[in-house]
């Protein structure tokens, strides 16, 4: 029994690392869009997703705050930690994008 529950944590962070280094690029949405920002935070969540949701949010905000207009730009998430029962999922993601100056 143990070991199908290690083999399954396995494969998730795998499916994570793997998630995360797939990333697409965005080409800029207009003239202007020539200021390349990004930002690194980090997110939790009681679920999988919504430590990535919160993750990437907090990122994209960090890259806005500076940024006065920026397109839809790129994340790498990584998970950082996961609590043994499921419940804590911690991710750290950094979210680049092009802004207007």
Known sequence: ???VTWLRRL???SAVVAAGLATASVAAHA???DTPRNATATGAGNTYAAGVAAAEQRARQAVLAVGHDCTTGTYNT???YAS???GTW???ST???TCVD
């Open 31 to 33: 003239d202007g869009y």
């Open 95 to 97: 979210h680049e994008a």
């Open 1 to 3: 029994m143990q070991k």
């Open 11 to 13: 494969g998730l962070v």
């Open 78 to 80: 990584i998970l950082t």
């Open 84 to 86: 043994p029962g499921g």
């Open 90 to 92: 911690v991710f750290r």
